[in-house]
């Protein structure tokens, strides 16, 4: 009993423990999807608790991933996050952009707030 109680605080930690940004590259999306599927974290077992997982990739991890890849890759570098910046600035300002970020946008982004917070 012992030694599962430490065997389990050891994968917990290691679970836990965040990354090393500065050195380590990040996971694919398809290391990811890997890790969804097959990965440790349910002990190898499949059933329900590993359908959540997969499902839970395909709904959360693998959008909010892309979609974070996508901003880190614009904020990486001055002449892609300006332009970007001034474009996004003037589709805000026209109709359509008005309309966009107030039947779109703001539903999406309080919903992944609602989701992750």
Known sequence: MRDRLWGWLRASR???????????PPASAAQLA???????????????VRRLGVWWHRLVGLPVTVVCRYVEWVAQRPGRAVPVYVLWRLFVLTTAGQWAVEHL???VLGLAAWVLL
């Open 105 to 107: 946008i703001r539903p």
């Open 14 to 24: 290691a679970y836990w423990t965040p990354p090393a940004v500065l050195t380590e």
């Open 34 to 48: 890997a890790y969804a599927w097959r990965g440790g974290w349910t002990g190898g077992v499949d059933g329900p």
